[in-house]
């Protein structure tokens, strides 16, 4: 028998240690058993789900590839793609142009330009049944402001159309800053008219908003349009952040566009005039040089026809006072020398003339970081190839501008090398001008050699030729910037586009909200909420609530799960175990029966029924026990030495508070007759008997520690089969740790729902220091009904003890009295109060000892 029980000890700790590794029974138990609870929250997160996904306004995606042309890495650069080529191995690599591209196409100014073309900045939207819809080109009116007030536009202007008998009343409202820019407030102001028909004007502080009937569908009476308008700085905000992108491949100059908006159609759209406003920036940029240039030859052109015009006016007028017709040639050899030379002279006078223009130009403060005029017949190839690359360089910084300040990093070299450039050309035009002045005067000194030789040569005749010579020189750089300008005219009308659409911008689908992605979160947190409610609570939770819960707190048996017995089952002493009947109850008891003795150790009759506090139904379930050995034909006493506060006498319905136990544990030495005096017939069963508490005595702990207690035992022992003690809770007072010497058996009752977890720290306290004899767990109060603790199957559609699986009076606190009560002193207190209990009589005195 003990090498069994140490058997059934071993399992039950191993039984515990793998429900506490993996407990999947619970698990699965929680999910069955509040199936309902998941099935409504997958449904509200479905249906939350859907109804978003139904009222969400959707964004969708469009994309195109833009091929932009880069003309500065041209293989015929030979200097400079030399060495790119040397330094990437023969690789193509246009990343640094491509990158400066795709940084101007996110630019918020191309963006605004962009949406200026299409009007993006006015919103339309028309009332649904549910939501505002938004409308994209098939809007039945159009709304603007002027574009002189449209670019001060500071807030959104809000409107609403309602169409009523084919009249249209317009509300809405702007606002506007009154004051000064340091102490501005906003003041709003509202809009409330009525339109016989469109077009219609509006006149407001912020600019004339104009309304017109376009060729969509007619608004519908009684419903409403929605319109906004913003600046279109405002709104290139937006477009801005929506657009990316990207390089398609580090070996190629094509963009990838890809934007997000609610309406696809506006969103091609937008990429198709994207590419054209980025293109007409880039010609814009590309033609800069060219206007600059030519804006310089009209300036230079006004300049040289007037002195030319001068240059004729002083030669007719010569010719007029010296009456000259045709001049004399003196000499052939001399003359031709003479020309040869002048015409040597004229070009090195106009080459400096050029220098001192270019240099004039480039002093100018206005003209600092700007295009220089080239093509104009500079002959010197340094002059020209320095103001080519500072050409180049600034129209490099001036891009970069566009997006980026002065300050930024990207800037600040080009910036330095635009004045080292610009010390170069400096130095070189002096040069240059030097180099010219030192050829002329050489010129100068060979023409006047042979000038010398015709000295016989009147004077008009020198005079004549002097004025000639300047005409010459006037004439021919005339001449030559006429040619120039044609020349930069025909470069100006060839300019080409710098980016090209491969194909049509791409309608990408939806991209938000994902469908598919919402309902499975919707659904995954459907069944995750329960989970998580269900585990909160199961943390939360202090008191057991079944098997299980003991199970796992505990490695002791558990002899018995009694479960709560309706009002309709219980007889006199709520007795539920009666004689040739086959319920639940009877059912329960008789397995705790089973259990009882077969942990009893072999001769053994004592058996202890005890708790951690009152209420957990110890009485209850000690006088049903007593009552199903007493079915045995087996003689039973059922002891109730819980003495602070009795209740076997008002449980068995006996009037009589003056018999019981601590009659004889007054007295030194009590004999077998005194024993029997004491005892009274239950009433419920011949076999069983009643010893109970008797008067209530003012020191019920040390009453119960005399040896009398013993011999009482003694006796009871040679006469019972099987001795029922009911003792007070062992968590509130250490009378039953007294009494624990004399029973051989203790069943530590717990209830469901009612007896704390931390209570087990006491009951295992109590094994593990054999301060109780042979403990095992009994749980109280479990209710069948709640389908919560694995026993359903097992009583609740076997026969007819479903019936009992109903709630009732038993097992109310009130019921079972309180030991918080135990006098001044807690639990542990003082016993006065015992002498007025409500169980015992008033009149009565108490035992004194």
Not at 386 to 396: F, P, S, T, W
Request: proline content about 4%; hydrophobic content about 35%; overall charge neutral.
């Amino acid at each position: 028998m003990e090498e069994n029980k140490k058997v059934g000890l071993y399992n039950s700790q191993q039984d515990v240690e793998e429900s506490s590794s993996l407990n999947l029974q619970l698990i699965y138990k929680t999910l069955v058993l509040n199936w309902q609870w998941f099935v409504l929250s997958v449904i509200i997160c479905l249906g939350i789900a859907f109804a978003y996904l139904r009222y969400t306004t959707p964004m969708y995606q469009a994309s195109a590839k833009l091929l932009i042309k880069d003309d500065d890495n041209q293989p015929t650069r030979s200097g400079k793609s030399a060495l790119l080529a040397s330094n990437t191995l023969g690789i193509m690599s246009n990343s640094t142009g491509i990158d400066n591209e795709m940084e101007i196409l996110k630019s918020t100014r191309l963006a605004e330009q962009t949406c200026r073309d299409l009007k993006l900045y006015v919103t339309y939207k028309v009332e649904g049944r549910v939501k505002t819809n938004l409308v994209y080109g098939n809007e039945p009116i159009s709304a603007d402001i002027d574009p002189m007030h449209l670019e001060k536009l500071k807030n959104p202007v809000s409107l609403e159309i309602t169409s009523q008998n084919r009249k249209y009343h317009i509300t809405g409202q702007y606002t506007t800053v009154s004051g000064s820019e340091e102490n501005s407030a906003p003041v709003k102001y509202s809009i409330d008219r009525t339109a016989d028909r469109m077009p219609y004007t509006i006149n407001t502080s912020i600019g004339i908003i104009t309304l017109k009937r376009t060729t969509a569908k007619a608004l519908p009476d009684g419903k409403a349009m929605k319109i906004t308008i913003m600046s279109p700085s405002m709104t290139a905000i937006k477009y801005a952040n929506s657009l990316s992108v990207s390089q398609t491949s580090k070996t190629t100059t094509i963009a990838q566009l890809v934007l997000n908006d609610e309406i696809p159609q506006r969103a091609i759209d937008y990429l198709k005039q994207l590419s054209v406003c980025y293109n007409r920036q880039a010609n814009e940029d590309k033609n800069e040089i060219a206007l600059r240039t030519e804006q310089f030859i009209n300036t230079r052109l006004e300049k040289i026809n007037s002195e030319l015009g001068q240059t004729e006016g002083s030669l007719e007028s010569t010719k007029r006072h010296y009456r000259i017709v045709d001049p004399k040639i003196n000499s052939t050899t001399a003359v031709t020398n003479t020309e040869t030379f002048n015409q040597k002279l004229a070009e090195m006078n106009t080459q400096i003339q050029l220098l001192y223009s270019i240099s004039e130009y480039l002093n100018e403060p206005s003209n600092k970081y700007q295009t220089l005029p080239s093509n104009v017949g500079l002959t010197d190839p340094t002059s020209a190839t320095l103001i080519n690359k500072y050409n180049e360089i600034v129209m490099q910084r001036n891009r970069l501008l566009r997006t980026a300040s002065e300050t930024s990093p990207a800037v600040i070299p080009l910036t330095a090398q635009l004045d080292e450039l610009i010390s170069s050309i400096r130095r070189a035009m002096t040069q240059a001008q030097r180099n010219n002045e030192i050829q002329r005067n050489s010129i100068q000194q060979q023409f006047n050699t042979y000038a010398n030789q015709i000295a016989s040569t009147p004077e008009q005749e020198r005079i004549l030729t002097q004025i000639g010579r300047q005409q010459e020189v006037k004439s021919g750089l005339y001449l030559m910037l006429l040619q120039k300008r044609e020349e930069n005219s025909i470069s100006l009308a060839a300019t080409a586009d710098k980016g090209k659409l491969i194909d049509e911008p791409q309608f990408g689908g939806k991209i938000s909200p994902k469908s598919a992605i919402i309902m499975l979160v919707a659904l995954i947190l459907g069944l995750a909420i329960p989970v998580g409610i269900l585990f909160i609570i199961n943390f939360l939770r202090y008191k057991i609530e079944g098997h299980d819960d003991v199970a796992n707190l505990t490695s002791l048996p558990i002899i018995g799960d009694i479960a709560i017995a309706s009002e309709t089952a219980k007889t006199k002493a709520d007795i539920v175990v009666h004689e040739n009947k086959n319920n639940l109850m009877e059912e329960i008891f008789r397995s705790l029966r089973v259990n009882i003795q077969f942990l009893l150790p072999e001769d053994k009759k004592a058996i202890m029924f005890t708790s951690t506090s009152s209420g957990e139904g110890k009485t209850f379930t000690a006088a049903n026990v007593a009552v199903s050995f007493a079915l045995l034909d087996k003689k039973v006493v059922l002891i109730s030495l819980d003495i602070r506060k009795p209740r076997l006498a008002e449980l068995f319905e006996i009037d009589d508070h003056r018999h019981g136990i601590t009659n004889l544990l007054t007295k030194s030495a009590p004999t077998e007759a005194d024993v029997n005096g004491q005892i009274v017939q239950s009433g419920i069963n011949k076999n069983l008997d009643i010893l109970m508490a008797g008067p209530i005595p003012p020191n019920p702990t040390e009453l119960v520690s005399r040896n009398s207690l013993d011999m009482i035992f003694e006796i009871l022992k040679s006469k019972y089969d099987y001795i029922i003690i009911d003792t007070a809770p062992v968590g509130l007072v250490t009378d039953t740790l007294q009494i624990a010497r004399v029973a051989d058996m203790t069943v530590y009752i717990c209830r469901a729902d009612y007896t704390a977890k931390s209570s087990f720290d006491l009951i295992n306290g109590l094994s593990s220091e054999k301060k109780l004899p042979n403990i095992a767990i009994a749980i109280n109060g479990i209710d069948m009904a709640k389908k919560k603790y694995g026993y359903y199957y097992g009583y609740g559609k076997y026969g007819k003890y479903g019936k009992y699986a109903k709630y009732g009076n038993y097992g109310k606190n009130g019921s079972y009295g309180s030991y918080g009560n135990y006098g001044k002193y807690g639990a542990y207190g003082s016993y006065g109060s015992y002498s007025n209990s409500s169980y015992g009589d008033k009149n009565d005195t108490s035992i004194k000892v």
